[in-house]
């Protein structure tokens, strides 16, 4: 069982930049998918971007050239950065794991507010 574990959110202006972190409690097997989920009140979550056990990423069109997704070296930590952030896109932040396309892990999320 995979725990993870985001942080990194927090109040900003709009225009501002927020990195947000997803830890995982243990080693993940390869292959694997690491994402971003949004949700924001009453509306459905979201993804936002996701990067593989290969490096490759994708990313949502509403966040497309704004923020960028990445992993660390041992691929256990997956990072988000947010630039120019807008009021729409406060929501609360949530990590997934997607492991040898079986299992799935989710973290508890990370609040994000983008003052107008």
């Known amino acids: 069982q995979v725990q993870l574990v985001e942080s990194g959110g927090g109040l900003v202006q709009a225009g501002g930049s927020l990195r947000l972190s997803c830890a995982a409690s243990?080693?993940?097997?390869?292959?694997?998918?690491l994402a971003w989920y949004r949700q924001a009140p009453e509306k459905p979550r979201e993804w936002v971007a996701s990067?593989?056990?290969?490096?490759?990423?994708n990313y949502s069109h509403s966040i497309r050239g704004r923020f960028t997704i990445s992993r660390d070296d041992a691929g256990n930590t997956v990072f988000l950065q947010m630039n120019s952030l807008k009021p729409e896109d406060t929501a609360a932040y949530l990590c997934?794991?997607?492991?040898?396309?079986?299992?799935?892990?989710w973290g508890q999320g990370t609040q994000v507010t983008v003052l107008s």
């Open positions: 997934n794991a997607v492991v040898r396309g079986i299992w799935t892990f």
């Open positions: 243990d080693s993940i097997d390869s292959p694997n998918a």
């Open positions: 990067i593989n056990s290969g490096g490759m990423t």
